[in-house]
């Protein structure tokens, strides 16, 4: 059996019982960084046994571990922050899982899009979550396709690519498009700010801009 668990995006409260239960229960916990989950698994008094889990050794570890989960052990997959596989490993690992009748469980629980677009108030019915842009290669292919999208779409972006990724909407989508850049949700400076690309661009512009972002930007308006 394993559990994928979520864990806080910046607020510890965001920790649900069950996820520190699951936590505690299981024989091992996989872990992106295990020194961030320390803090984590220290506050809340989890002493379960760590073993690294990344981007760098997923491939070569995933068929290990699901032999030892079909054998029987019960581990728990955990990343820095929010949910394991929304722009962060876990994808590799889930599939192996299916492929080989190893039962998966994902808890619900804290990811940054959810938050970031429910609170922007543009139209969450139906909505295409794209997490991180390439950096070069394949940006503008990535872009042109975002923005003939009908319906609201959503990126994460580093602060220091902030500008750069208004400026690219701004040219794609048109500097009136509405959209809102979520920083720092649930921490202390929480800022969630909807407005045109230009407005945005106006204020964040003005200011050093620091800490995580998610910017959702609404759908291609019909004629
Ligand atoms: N697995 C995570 C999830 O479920 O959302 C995402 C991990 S990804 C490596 C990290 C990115 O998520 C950040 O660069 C940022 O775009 C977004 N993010 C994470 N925490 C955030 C927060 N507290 N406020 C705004 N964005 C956040």
Do not use: W
């Not at 991180?132 to 872009?143: A, E, I, S, Y």
């Not at 779409?153 to 500097?175: A, D, I, N, Q």
């Amino acid at each position: 059996m394993l559990y994928i668990v979520p864990t806080p995006i910046g607020n510890l409260e965001d920790m649900t019982m069950r996820a520190i239960r699951i936590l505690k229960e299981v024989t091992l916990i996989m872990a992106e960084d295990t020194r961030t989950s320390r803090r984590l698994l220290d506050h809340y008094g989890i002493t379960t046994h760590m073993r690294a889990f990344h981007a760098h050794n997923e491939h070569a570890v995933t068929e290990r571990i699901v032999d030892e989960l079909s054998s029987g052990v019960t581990m728990a997959l955990i990343s820095d922050a929010g949910t394991p596989g929304i722009s962060d490993p876990g994808f590799l690992l889930a599939r192996a899982c299916q492929r080989r009748g190893v039962r998966v469980e994902c808890l619900p629980g804290p990811t940054a899009f959810v938050p970031a677009l429910v609170s922007s108030g543009l139209p969450c019915d139906t909505f295409h979550f794209e997490g991180f842009l390439p950096h070069k290669k394949g940006r503008q292919t990535r872009l042109k396709y975002l923005a003939e999208l009908p319906h609201t779409f959503v990126l994460y972006e580093s602060p220091h690519r902030l500008m750069k990724c208004l400026e690219e909407l701004s040219t794609f989508c048109g500097p009136e498009r509405q959209a809102c850049v979520a920083r720092e949700l649930s921490k202390k400076h929480e800022e969630v700010k909807t407005a045109s690309l230009t407005e945005l661009k106006a204020h964040f512009g003005a200011k050093d801009v620091k800490g995580e972002i998610v910017m959702v930007v609404a759908g291609k308006e019909k004629g």
